[in-house]
């Protein structure tokens, strides 16, 4: 595999990555576009997808309704049965389910294949979620007739999402900041040591929507116009700048705007 570059962004193919990342998701509705590629998945084959987010106190605080916003954009209310807590596809069964990972983390080891973890506001999520909730998303062996499990037969996937808050969350320090070590793009095969894609990692904002209305541009323009460290961390999707009044140094945010980290 050579790299050569990244050419215009163009979106991106969800074809079988173990994990899988979008940062930021200003004025690009990440949340929605994940919600709508899962009804997209759940219409074509049998899936176990979970909906965890860090603390889950009532269904108003899952990703519930912009699941059924996609099923109804989609025209497929019809083939889905919608109960208060579950929502599952009539025609092939596949089933969501909804759960906070702070309490519940212990109860999920005991969830049968799930093929699809889907975490949202996950820069709330703690260390300790985190380090569980791999091995606790189990898979099949690739020799199993039923395929491996996951959305393409490939294994289980975490899908990820998140805006981000501070360098300390525990989702930045390990998929950004650390991402090499967390979440690199290839590993190798263990028995062939070919490369194979592990994980997709892409931070999304209002620069990568086509189609960025003009009365948000004015509204980012004075946003940015006003405060830079705010325009920085709300449309730029870089970590809070001010800490209980402590602001970092100009050159450091000189880095980021010439850098764009």
Known sequence: IENIGE?????????????????????????????RALIILAVQR???????REFHKSMAQSVYQTLVNAIDEYGLRDQ?????????????????????????IDSIKSLARIDIAWVE???????TSLDKLGPTI???????????????????????????ELDTD??????ILKKDLYAPDFLPNEKT???????????????????????????????????????LHVWEGHTKQTLDGAIYAKEIKKVLLEGRR
């Open 80 to 104: 889905f049965e919608i109960l208060e807590k579950s929502i599952t596809c009539i025609r092939t069964g596949s089933e969501f389910m909804f759960m906070g990972l702070r309490y519940n």
């Open 7 to 35: 050419g215009e962004y163009a979106g991106f193919v969800l074809d079988g990555d173990h994990l899988f990342l979008l940062e930021d998701g200003t004025v690009t509705h990440n949340t929605e576009g994940i919600a």
């Open 138 to 164: 189990r898979g099949r062996h690739e020799n199993d007739p039923a395929g491996m499990g996951g959305p393409f037969g490939l294994g289980p996937e975490i899908w990820i999402s998140f805006n981000p």
């Open 46 to 52: 049998k899936l176990r997808i979970a909906c965890f």
């Open 121 to 127: 506001e996950a820069r709330n999520v703690s260390k």
């Open 170 to 175: 525990e989702v930045y320090k390990r998929f």
């Open 193 to 231: 040591g070919e490369l194979e894609r592990y994980a997709f990692v892409k931070k999304i904002n209002w620069a990568h929507n086509k189609w960025f209305p003009t009365e948000q541009r004015r509204d980012m323009l004075l946003a940015k116009k006003a405060d830079e460290s705010d325009w």
